[in-house]
């Protein structure tokens, strides 16, 4: 969706650097979903973000909501090839979901 | 408790032809959205239900329908089949209605039109 941007499409990263994901909205955001998915499968939800300036955190991910911004980053410290997939965020709208193109990313080891 | 599942997997079809994609949602969950994904596209909404009523709907030809029934399983149907059609179509269960939900995505039902 162009109302969702997602930055970058793909990347390479080596095993071990980090990383960070962009999730742009040109409308408000009232929530930010980010989910992962491996190739041809479903989508594993990572965290939802609410508020602005929320920050959640699961094992070496990093999730944050800038409302000003409207955008949302996800960052991963210290890769590992379990991290290796597509990441899709979806925004929280009235009265619906949209979604971001993806970002594939892959790890060298 | 068991994930949603999709049956079938994987189905090859005609342009033409009709398709029905199943859908059972996690134990408890109401709430079955259904999505197309295609590489172009990605991730398009197709239509929620709750409660066995359409909740929500997406910008898709007529062609695209669905149902829930009572006990929160839920199919789509695809009527007249078009190159077009060819992709990952997935199922997202939730508790309940609303964008606020988490959803619990299947492993999705891959179509392909010959």
């Known amino acids: 969706s162009q109302e969702l941007e997602q930055s970058p499409q793909s990347l390479i990263v080596q095993e071990g650097k980090n990383l960070t994901i962009n999730c742009t909205s040109s409308?408000?955001?009232?929530?930010l979903y980010w989910y992962k998915q491996k190739y041809g499968e479903g989508l594993i939800f990572l965290m939802m973000?609410?508020?602005g300036g929320e920050e959640k955190s699961h094992e070496k991910i990093t999730a944050k909501l800038d409302e000003k911004k409207q955008q949302s980053s996800l960052h991963i410290t210290a890769s590992q090839p379990s991290h290796a997939g597509i990441y899709l965020c979806g925004a929280v709208l009235p009265y619906q979901l949209i979604w971001g193109a993806g970002t594939k990313l892959i790890i060298k080891p | 408790k068991a994930g949603v599942t999709q049956t079938p997997r994987y189905l090859i079809k005609t342009r033409g032809q009709q398709v029905t994609l199943s859908c059972s949602p996690i134990s408890g969950h109401r709430s079955v959205s259904w999505y197309q994904q295609t590489p172009g596209q990605g991730l398009q909404f197709l239509f929620e239900?709750?409660?066995?009523?359409?909740?929500n709907k997406g910008n898709f030809p007529g062609r695209f329908s669905g149902r829930q029934f009572s006990n929160s399983r839920s199919e789509m149907n695809v009527s007249t089949l078009e190159l077009g059609d060819s992709a990952l179509y997935l199922c997202a269960s939730s508790l309940s209605a609303g964008e606020y939900n988490e959803q619990f995505f299947g492993p999705g039902t891959r179509l392909t039109v010959l």
């Open positions: 409308k408000t955001l009232y929530g």
């Open positions: 239900y709750f409660s066995e009523t359409q909740r």
């Open positions: 973000l609410q508020k």
